[in-house]
């Protein structure tokens, strides 16, 4: 479990880096305003998924809303990774889709997916009410 965070720790560092390699400097020559701000708000929850996953895996075994915040916040590199394998036809492109997909896919059979909860430690029984003191 600790190479698979340790993955997900890399690839929450290298989403940011690998989009100024992929595309070229001559496909967005003087873009606006809003569209770069709403791509780099994307790559930022790109990696935070990322990055959630990377920090919170011990306690997702445990806790099932952290495990639910954590299958939404990796549908959206799925769903991004399968929209790039469907639309795109360059060559940089297909390939950084399908290893985000395939990325995103092992994180959540590993951390997600997993619906029992791990039970090393047994669960503590409820105390007993102590009766009051008699007179």
Known sequence: MIFLRLL???????????PPLVLSDVSTPGMD?????????????????????????????RSIPLRILGGVLLMLPAALSLVAL?????????????LLLA???LMFISFIFPATPD???RPMRERERQEPALP
Do not use: D, H, K
Not at 36 to 52: D, H, T, W
Not at 88 to 97: H, K, V
């Open 8 to 18: 997900s720790f890399f690839i929450a560092i290298a989403i940011p880096m690998v």
């Open 119 to 121: 039970r090393r430690q």
């Open 103 to 105: 990325v995103t896919v």
């Open 86 to 98: 469907w639309s795109s036809s360059e060559e940089e492109m297909l390939w950084c889709g399908g």
């Open 33 to 61: 305003g809003l569209p770069v701000l709403v791509s780099v708000l994307g790559i930022c929850l790109l990696s935070g998924s990322f990055l959630y996953i990377a920090l919170l895996a011990p306690r997702m075994r």
